[in-house]
């Protein structure tokens, strides 16, 4: 009897400890894999330096490719380059503790039909093995996008292109392009590059490195003046996540 006292006070013991350590690491740390990420460290500046090389250079040879498509004058390069360190309590528990990331940019002037120069984009990146960025069976192809259009097609809003790719970076790169015309583009509003994690990144995130340069309303206005459209192609990735 006194066995079996024992055995169950024990289990009770067991059923409390477990119950105050979720608390404990969900409200502390999101969860217990939010706890791990919280004991790693961020990565070292030789790792940094040889992962974020080889990035620049694969985003350069992209854009190098891209830049030979039929109509565009190019203007200005700019970048973005960003590491920060992840999140992890009871409102935010991000996937990582530490991820750094890429972005680099190319600013064109053209005079040409805005929808055939989009077509032929989207012709070079399916050859290149790139797709719309959340595929579903639902979602529209940029030339449905196109097709759905009515009015200012500079006021469309493109969508997205990823490529999944298996490389030391973490596997995938996203392109975005836009015209600089539309209005409610939080981006475009900026005095320096945007950040190449988009809109993932919460309020209270915590920054190490920051580093931007170029003023996207300000090369676009350039570009007005010379009397060419300007138009953008954007291209980010992440090179470290632990």
Known sequence: ??????????????????????LYFSF???????FLSELQQPPDD????????ETIASLSGIQDDLSTIPGLTLYNETYSDMCAKGEHGWKRSDSFAYTCAYRLTRYYGTTRDYKALLLDLDSRL???????????ASTPTLPDVL???????????????????NASWGGY???AVNSFSGYGIPWTKSNDEPSPFGFGLGIGQTYYE???????????????AAGQQPVMFAISRAYFTN
């Open 126 to 136: 399916q050859a290149g093995g790139w797709d719309i960025s959340g595929r579903t």
């Open 147 to 165: 097709s759905q259009a009515s009015g200012d097609l500079y006021l469309v809003e493109v969508p997205d292109f990823i490529k999944r790719e």
């Open 210 to 224: 920051d580093t931007s340069n170029g003023n996207p309303e300000a090369i676009a206005k350039r570009i007005l």
């Open 46 to 53: 030789k790792t940094l330096a040889s992962r974020r090389a």
């Open 173 to 175: 790169t996203s392109l």
């Open 1 to 22: 009897m006194r066995r079996t006292i024992a055995l169950i006070l024990i289990f009770l013991f067991l059923v409390l400890m477990g119950f105050f350590a979720n």
């Open 28 to 34: 502390g740390y999101g969860s217990f894999s939010g």
